[in-house]
């Protein structure tokens, strides 16, 4: 399946209204779980439906309802219904190939973007839609499969982190686009640590499978700018919201958001170039080894030129040659001949071709 243009023949002509699944199901069944919050207490359940989450609805606390699976469209209509969700926020949700974006309703804040993993077997990154919908005191995060990049999230929350624990569901929200953004920036360290162990096998011994390490990082590479700058984007609209959802310290702190995405779309940047002269160095040497290889055997052939340029004419049929009875001719051969080869690689040398 295509990684960069995801697109289902079904989906044309959809109505924006229309709650259809569009994408891969990853999950056979819905996964609820919910954490609910406030300065002195947590608790943490598994639901097994969206409407027992909003028994802990509460104006003196946070409940984050995670959602795992999103493949029954009629599943995520009824949780719009329960929690007054405006139906093109289920119909986003729904559309797993769409960009990052950033839309403010007015009960609720969405956002959508991408979370990474990487393979470290088979240096492949994969990725999955994750959007948010937030209020003061719910957040609801919806996922294509179990499995997240939050548990240091889950574990601040069960620590206790003032910060945390006595803020409303913006700082939450903050909170897990920081740990987003920071996995990216991780992805791209060890993605670029391998990059970088090509340059002394590039200059050393480079081969086919030194091509093929490139153009395999290239395409992670593109798939990384694919994903990180629509997410960018859509960091600089969540900026520039003016929302009584969001309070102004949480404002501050999603301008922190900008600066480490900017960083990990300029490590993308300079890494997609360090491939590319990578490339050329790969070029670059090949040549340079088949050129040393060709001065040698071009060096080889003209020495035996005139050499065989000797034996040729030492070695022709006419009755009377001056020196065929001489006794000492075959050494005097060998001796034209070593000096001739003698002379021409002094020459060689002091022209500097050797």
């Known amino acids: 399946m295509a990684r960069f243009l995801k697109s289902k023949k079904e989906s044309i002509g959809l109505s924006p209204y ?5 994408g891969e199901q990853k999950l056979e069944f819905i996964r609820y779980s919910l954490i609910n919050y406030n300065e002195h ?13 909003l028994n802990y609805l509460s ?15 009629e599943v995520l209509n009824r949780l719009s219904d329960q929690f007054d969700l405006e139906k093109l926020i289920v119909a986003d949700v729904l559309d797993t190939h769409r960009r990052p974006k950033v839309h403010e309703y007015d009960n609720c804040i969405f956002i959508s973007t991408k979370m990474l993993q990487f393979d470290n077997d088979d240096e492949e990154i994969t990725s999955e839609n994750l959007a948010f919908v937030f209020n003061k005191n719910v957040l609801i995060s919806f996922q294509e499969r179990v499995g997240d990049v939050f548990t240091p999230v889950r574990e601040r929350l069960r620590k206790n982190r003032k910060r945390l624990r006595g803020s409303k569901a913006d ?13 990216y920036i991780h992805i791209i360290s060890r993605l670029g640590e391998k990059i970088e162990e090509l340059d002394d096998e590039l200059i050393e011994q480079p081969s086919s ?3 093929e390490k490139i153009n395999k990082y290239k395409v992670e590479i593109s798939y990384l700018r694919k994903i990180i700058k629509p997410c960018r984007e859509m ?17 501050m702190h999603f301008h922190e958001l900008k600066h480490n995405i900017d960083l990990a779309n300029e490590a993308v940047d300079n890494y997609r170039e360090i491939l590319s002269d990578q490339l050329n160095i790969f070029h670059t040497t090949v040549a340079y080894k088949l050129n040393d290889v060709l001065k040698m055997l071009t060096i080889f052939s003209v020495i035996f030129i ?29 001796l034209v001949i070593i000096a001739v080869v003698v002379i021409m690689i002094v020459y060689f040398k002091r022209k500097k071709w050797l």
């Open 41 to 53: 207490r947590l608790e943490e359940k598994e639901l097994a439906a969206s409407e027992e989450a």
């Open 209 to 211: 499978d030194s091509l």
């Open 59 to 73: 104006n003196d606390s946070v409940s984050w309802l995670n959602i795992d699976g999103l493949h029954e469209p």
């Open 171 to 183: 700082y939450l929200a903050f909170v897990l686009l920081d740990v987003v953004i920071d996995n």
């Open 306 to 334: 005139p050499i065989t340029f000797i034996a040729g004419v030492y070695g022709t049929n006419f009755d009377h040659i001056p020196e065929l009875h001489y006794k000492y001719s075959y050494f005097v051969m060998w």
């Open 18 to 22: 229309d709650l259809k699944f569009l």
């Open 235 to 251: 960091i600089i609209n969540l900026c520039k919201l003016d929302s009584e959802l969001v309070d102004k310290q949480v404002m």
